[in-house]
């Protein structure tokens, strides 16, 4: 089988599946040079790996031209795919939901700390050789707000809850209200949901100035999970305490940007779920499926 990594970054996953592939089958990246359409045009695709790459209605119907037989993420998310066009075409979409969910979490809580421990401050302070400064602050006894109460939110929590922090968790079910209530209550808060029409903006102008003006965010969800413009509205008036990023509203992101040079804000390069362990889990699964497909047995992990 032929097989397409959509993705503009994580190349160590398509090195990873590819030594795992059965003989005669073939991984190759897209070469971004041309569009999406033109690439699943340009030689046969029996399986899409979408990763961050989007796939839509033409990219489908193109690539099911040429033989599509099934869309695997090889992570958890799928909002860059339109589930309604594979499903008009009968393509099965699967995703690989848990697999990174330690290294996620672990990455949610690096930055939770790096911003606590106010990172670009000290690392400023280390380069003009200022001993002692700044001063940060400890999480035992605070109180997070963990949104998003899937396996990474669940496996981040357990985390913060070593470490002593009062956790309080909010998913879907949970109200405007209710939501904005548990934020004025947060030192700090974690999203770790899914990004769809309910959640795109979810964290808005008025769910920041419902934070205490202390208070910490971290994100390891999707970057429009959070208003921009809010966000820096809300560092330009002095409010929070700190910012934690891995994804973004735009990527490849624009490093020149000065909300990333802001004292305040912390940021990884979308690192969050980047592990040789995550990677193994995520390469195991989509091997698993491609010989479910190869047998015509029911898909693992399958969406639409």
């Known amino acids: 089988m032929d097989l397409l990594f959509c993705g503009s970054g994580w190349l160590d996953i398509v090195d990873v599946i590819a030594a795992r592939l059965p003989a005669g089958d073939r991984i190759r990246s897209w070469d971004r040079r041309r569009s999406l359409v033109d690439e699943v045009r340009a ?20 690539a099911a031209a040429h033989g599509l037989r099934l869309i695997q993420q ?11 066009a594979a499903a008009e075409r009968g393509i099965p979409v699967c995703n690989a939901p848990g697999a990174n969910q330690t290294a996620v979490a672990e990455a949610a809580l690096l930055l939770l700390l790096l911003c606590a421990r106010r990172w670009p401050a000290a690392r400023a302070a280390f380069e003009r050789g200022t001993i002692g400064s700044p001063l940060g602050v400890e999480l035992a006894g605070s109180s997070l707000l963990v949104v998003g109460a899937g396996k990474t939110g669940g496996a981040f929590a357990d985390r913060a809850r070593a470490l002593g922090m009062d956790v309080h968790t909010s998913d879907s079910r949970t109200g405007r209200a209710a939501l904005l209530a ?13 990004l769809s029409p309910a959640t795109r903006g979810l964290i808005d102008g008025e769910a920041l100035a419902a934070l205490p003006a202390h208070a910490i965010v971290v994100n390891v969800a ?33 490093p020149d940007d000065p909300l ?25 699964i989509v091997i698993d ?9 029911p898909l693992a992990h399958r969406i639409a």
Do not use: M
């Open 43 to 62: 030689a046969p695709t029996d399986v899409i790996l979408p990763s961050n790459g989007h796939v839509d209605a033409a990219v489908i119907a193109a």
């Open 74 to 84: 090889p992570a958890a998310g799928t909002d860059g795919i339109d589930l309604a």
């Open 182 to 194: 548990a934020l004025g209550r947060a030192d700090a808060v974690s999203l770790h949901c899914p």
């Open 222 to 254: 999707r970057g429009p999970v959070i208003d921009q413009d809010a966000l820096r509205a809300a560092l330009a008036r002095g409010h929070l305490g700190g910012v934690g990023l891995d994804v973004y509203w735009d990527e490849p992101w624009h």
């Open 260 to 284: 990333f040079a802001h004292p305040k804000v912390v940021t990884l390069p979308h690192v969050a779920g980047s592990t040789t362990a995550a990677f193994d889990q995520i390469a195991a």
């Open 289 to 297: 499926n491609l010989a479910r497909l190869k047998r015509s047995q």
